[in-house]
Nanobody
C-alpha cells in the first residue's frame, strides 16, 4: 500500500499562490494515477485534479488556475495553485487510483489517501 504525505498548505490572501506537494512511498508509484481532492467544512470531498502519464484532468472551477505535475523519480506530485479564491479554502488531500484520468474520477475510485493539508484563502 502506498503511503502519502501532503505539505505546503497555509494561509494566503485572495489572488495569491500556494504550491502543495505530496510525497509517496512505494516502488510502483509511477503506475498509479495520482489525484488531488479537497473538502471544505460541511461539504463533500471534491475532485480537483488527477494525472497519469501524459493525461491530466481538472475540475472546471480550477482550470487555468491550478497545475498538477508529478516527478516519478522522486515519487512526488505537486499542485501549483494560482489566483486563489476564498472558495478554494479546504483541506486538500492527495490519493492514488488504478483508474485512468481519461475519464471522470470520484473519491470512490481512489484507494490510498494522505492526511490532508489545510489551505485557507482570505478575502
Amino acid at each position: 500500500q502506498v503511503q502519502l504525505v501532503e505539505s505546503g498548505g497555509g494561509l494566503v490572501q485572495a489572488g495569491g499562490s500556494l504550491r502543495l506537494s505530496c510525497a509517496a512511498s512505494g516502488r510502483t508509484f509511477s503506475t498509479y494515477t495520482m489525484g488531488w481532492f479537497r473538502q471544505a467544512p460541511g461539504k463533500e470531498r471534491e475532485f480537483v485534479a488527477a494525472i497519469r502519464g501524459g493525461v491530466t484532468r481538472y475540475v472546471d472551477s480550477v482550470k487555468g488556475r491550478f497545475t498538477m505535475s508529478r516527478d516519478n523519480a522522486k515519487n512526488t506530485v505537486d499542485l501549483q495553485m494560482n489566483s486563489l479564491k476564498p472558495e478554494d479554502t479546504a483541506v486538500y488531500y492527495c490519493a492514488t487510483s488504478i483508474l485512468t484520468p481519461l475519464y471522470p474520477l470520484s473519491s470512490k475510485d481512489f484507494g490510498s489517501w494522505g492526511q490532508g493539508t489545510q489551505v485557507t484563502v482570505s478575502s
